[in-house]
């Protein structure tokens, strides 16, 4: 897995937390600068991030 992805246009980088066991992730710029967002595993990185926009946004999210 890439340490950076875009989720709707925004990039974030995401790293192995080894002490939460969790892939932890932060956007890097724009108005979502700074958010961040974690999860279990590497096929739940990006509806985590959609999740934490979507929260940020004022929105609800049906992705976990």
Known sequence: MSPFITVDGHEALV???P??????????EGEHAGL??????TDQVEAAAK????????????QA
């Open 15 to 17: 790293r192995w937390n």
């Open 19 to 28: 002490s939460e066991k969790l892939f932890v992730g932060r956007f890097l």
């Open 36 to 41: 961040m967002f974690r999860a279990p595993r």
């Open 51 to 62: 999740a934490a926009l979507a929260s940020a946004k004022g929105g609800q999210s049906n």
